[in-house]
């Protein structure tokens, strides 16, 4: 079964622009969640879906939205980009919302 | 506020020796205790993870204890191998009943390397 896939792997943009990071869960799981891996933070929740419906937030700034497809596949949109916007920005999948996370490789943001 | 607090940072260790990690909660509602096992340039991974009705979970050569009195968690690697160095990640969530949230609460990390 093929694992949890980001799309693009590599992303560079700069301050003021928007970016959409895409996701596509293992094959029948209904659950994504959204991290952002930094240095400084860590792993930092962004936020989880299921069955196209948001079922929790994190505590990041309006900028950062995202949605899920009918599919189950997921797209995070971060607009106005700042410097502190570079980070790993990490998907991952499960069965349903109480079951084991499956992680992506992540989507590697820098902004200049 | 950080709901897991996990140490060492970095930890060095001898090939053949034991790798100790420990982390600490503060929500008593936290009932599922996974570690994830990160290399560079890839997503974390499950490694192990236990729930509270168990004091300790084996799986080969990694091991969880669980202290549900003091909120603790460590996870021992045996025979710690170079193949083995890489980010450990705690983590905690609330997968018991009522809960319809499936987020995960992470440590730090702590960087492990293996010396031969």
């Known amino acids: 079964k093929a694992g949890v896939t980001q799309t693009p792997r590599y992303l560079i943009k700069t301050r003021g622009q928007q970016v959409t990071l895409s996701c596509s869960p293992i094959s029948g799981h209904r659950s994504v969640s959204w991290y952002q891996q930094t240095p400084g933070q860590g792993l930092q929740f962004l936020f989880e879906y299921f069955s196209e419906t948001q079922r929790n937030k994190g505590n990041f700034p309006g900028r950062f939205s995202g949605r899920q497809f009918s599919n189950s596949r997921s797209e995070m949109n971060v607009s106005t980009l700042e410097l502190g916007d570079s980070a790993l920005y990490l998907c991952a999948s499960s069965f349903r919302v109480q079951e084991t996370q499956y992680f992506g490789p992540g989507t590697r943001l820098l902004v200049l | 506020q950080q709901q897991v607090k996990q140490s060492p940072q970095s930890l060095i260790v001898q090939k053949g020796g034991i790798s100790i990690i420990n982390c600490a909660y503060e929500?008593?509602?936290?009932?599922?205790f996974p570690w994830y096992q990160q290399f560079p340039g890839k997503g974390p991974a499950l490694l192990i993870a236990i729930r509270p009705d168990v004091s300790e979970k084996k799986e080969g050569r990694f091991t969880i204890s669980f202290n549900k009195s003091a909120k603790q968690f460590s996870l021992h690697i045996m025979d710690s191998q170079p193949g083995d160095s890489a980010t450990y990640f705690c983590a905690a969530s609330k997968r018991g009943r009522g809960s319809t949230l499936g987020r995960l609460y992470f440590g730090r990390g702590t960087q492990l390397t293996v010396w031969p």
């Open positions: 929500n008593t509602a936290f009932d599922y």
